[in-house]
């Protein structure tokens, strides 16, 4: 769950990555998890540098209000979660869960999520957010992403690291030298300011974005698969 009430759980880009102050959408929270515990310490840690297959998550959004109410109380201080089912039906649902085609957004009663299509071009592979591939030989991928036209621009992640910053709801981009023997991890997150009309009873929502996150494409070393 990479946002619910209790607010973003992203945590910290990696020591290596050049820009580390990079989460703008947060919430001033008494979470008690430390930074450790969270989405891209737990993913550089398991993930990229041990290989550990069980840490290949998918993100998901959530109210965590007890109240059965989708995405808490519309405020701006909820989640919730998008998914990819191959058929609408309970088991299309479940399936796509588990197959981590998901994305987790931020929820304004007046906006609701939006929409984001995600996918990696792995030299002849073509991968959707949440599948495994394996990382080029050349080390190069194409990151290619379409999202609802309101989205303001399109950050892409590579390795828990903030690589790009592009204007726009349609980006294709290309990422170079990914290590051909290591593991990696690329997603985006499609962002949108806030503006007063997008919360409830007057209220402004309580972050400057509206933002939701596609699960990630999981890159093996070349020939792991």
Same mark, same amino acid.
């Given at each position: 769950?990479?946002?619910?009430?209790?607010?973003?759980?992203? %945590?910290? /880009?990696?020591?290596?990555?050049?820009?580390?102050?990079?989460? +703008?959408?947060?919430?001033?929270?008494?979470?008690?998890?430390?930074?450790?515990?969270?989405?891209?310490?737990?993913?550089?840690? &398991?993930?990229?540098?041990?290989? +550990?297959?069980?840490? /290949?998550?998918?993100?998901?959004?959530?109210?965590?209000? &007890?109240? !059965?109410?989708?995405? $808490?109380?519309?405020?701006g201080h909820g989640g919730l979660t998008g998914v990819f089912p191959s058929t609408r039906t309970r088991d299309g649902v479940f399936d796509a869960l588990v197959d981590r085609r998901t994305l987790a957004a931020?929820?304004?009663?007046?906006? $609701?999520?939006?929409?984001?299509?995600?996918?990696?071009?792995?030299?002849? +592979?073509?991968?959707?957010?949440?599948?495994? %591939?394996?990382?080029?030989?050349? !080390? =190069?991928?194409?990151?290619?992403?379409? @999202?609802?036209?309101?989205?303001?621009?399109?950050?892409?992640?590579?390795? %828990?690291?903030?690589? @790009?910053?592009?204007?726009? &709801?349609?980006? #294709?981009?290309?990422?170079?030298?990914?290590?051909?023997?290591?593991? &990696?991890?690329?997603?985006?997150?499609?962002?949108?300011?806030? =503006?007063?009309?997008?919360?409830?009873?007057? /209220?402004?929502?309580?972050?400057?974005?509206?933002?939701?996150?596609?699960?990630?494409?999981?890159?093996?070393? #070349?020939? !792991?698969?």
């Amino acid at each position: 769950e990479i946002y619910s009430q209790w607010g973003n759980s992203e %945590g910290s /880009a990696p020591a290596r990555c050049a820009v580390r102050e990079d989460i +703008d959408v947060d919430l001033i929270t008494s979470f008690p998890n430390t930074d450790e515990d969270l989405v891209r310490p737990r993913l550089e840690q &398991h993930w990229r540098k041990e290989g +550990d297959a069980r840490f /290949a998550l998918s993100f998901v959004g959530g109210s965590d209000d &007890h109240a !059965g109410l989708p995405g $808490g109380i519309g405020a701006g201080h909820g989640g919730l979660t998008g998914v990819f089912p191959s058929t609408r039906t309970r088991d299309g649902v479940f399936d796509a869960l588990v197959d981590r085609r998901t994305l987790a957004a931020t929820y304004y009663a007046s906006t $609701g999520p939006a929409a984001v299509l995600f996918g990696v071009q792995a030299e002849s +592979d073509a991968l959707f957010l949440g599948e495994l %591939g394996e990382t080029p030989a050349s !080390g =190069t991928v194409t990151v290619n992403v379409v @999202a609802a036209p309101r989205i303001e621009e399109i950050q892409v992640v590579v390795d %828990g690291c903030t690589v @790009a910053t592009l204007a726009g &709801h349609e980006i #294709t981009w290309e990422v170079q030298g990914l290590d051909p023997a290591s593991h &990696h991890w690329i997603y985006v997150r499609a962002r949108r300011r806030t =503006t007063n009309q997008d919360g409830t009873a007057n /209220a402004r929502p309580m972050t400057a974005w509206d933002q939701t996150w596609a699960s990630p494409v999981y890159l093996l070393p #070349t020939g !792991g698969m």
